[in-house]
């Protein structure tokens, strides 16, 4: 239900139908209407502004988390991740609202971010309605208040965009300071490297190469790795 109600808020937002104090009535009755179509459930306004509340915290918390060093979002497990154990340790420890979301899944965390970014989006830069979340994967240009990026499906490429939405793709083209590129290592460089790992098969190779382009942390920890360690690494990777 949370994707049925997502879904409108979304097709709102980038129509600008926002409140001062929170959504135009309208947003509600089409909120309602599509929940009853989609799953057959009645809801109220009620139901609709609690469910609100709770996007209101998930934003509030991951935002925080993923603005410190050694954060970062997980879009294959849609996620929070981190370098190490003691990074979370250390981070809960001063903030305990965040513990649970060590292992928490929110699966809608795009178009959480979408409805709470400052402007909506226009024209090529527009996320509209139920294709909002099957078009993200599929996206090449990311919005940002200074320049457009490309998207790559890593966490760190990503997650220095995050909050940084602009008001649409033609606003961000103008922008004439470009924000640095996150290190991404080049396909050719991560296959050269598979292949000198000794006794490792072919289609564990092309396994081991298809997850480590898209996760620029998996291969850097690939790479830290004593030769003799390197293969059993590669065949338990996720």
Request: hydrophobic residues 40%.
């Amino acid at each position: 239900m949370d994707m049925a109600l997502l879904s409108v808020l979304v097709e709102h937002h980038n129509n600008g139908d926002h409140a001062q104090n929170g959504w135009k009535p309208h947003v509600y009755h089409a909120c309602i209407k599509h929940v009853k179509e989609k799953y057959n459930i009645d809801i109220m306004k009620d139901n609709i502004v609690g469910r609100i509340k709770t996007f209101d915290k998930q934003y509030e918390i991951i935002t925080k988390m993923l603005a410190q060093s050694g954060f970062g979002w997980d879009w294959e497990k849609n996620m929070v991740m981190v370098e190490s154990d003691e990074v979370w340790d250390r981070y809960v420890e001063a903030n305990k609202d965040a513990r649970g979301y060590r292992t928490k899944v929110v699966k809608n965390w795009e178009s959480i971010v979408t409805i709470y970014s400052k402007d909506h989006a226009t024209g090529a830069g527009a996320r509209i309605g139920d294709k909002s979340v099957q078009e993200l994967d599929s996206q090449v240009v990311e919005e940002s208040p200074e320049v457009p990026t490309k998207r790559q499906r890593t966490g760190d490429a990503i997650l220095s965009m995050i909050g940084k939405m602009s008001t649409s793709f033609d606003d961000a083209m103008k922008a004439t300071e470009p924000l640095p590129m996150p290190k991404v290592t080049s396909p050719a460089k991560i296959l050269a490297a598979l292949e000198k790992v000794d006794g490792l098969e072919e289609s564990d190779m092309i396994t081991a190469y298809a997850k480590l382009i898209v996760n620029e942390r998996l291969y850097e920890a690939f790479m830290s790795l004593p030769e003799k360690f390197k293969k059993n690494y590669l065949l338990t990777l996720p």
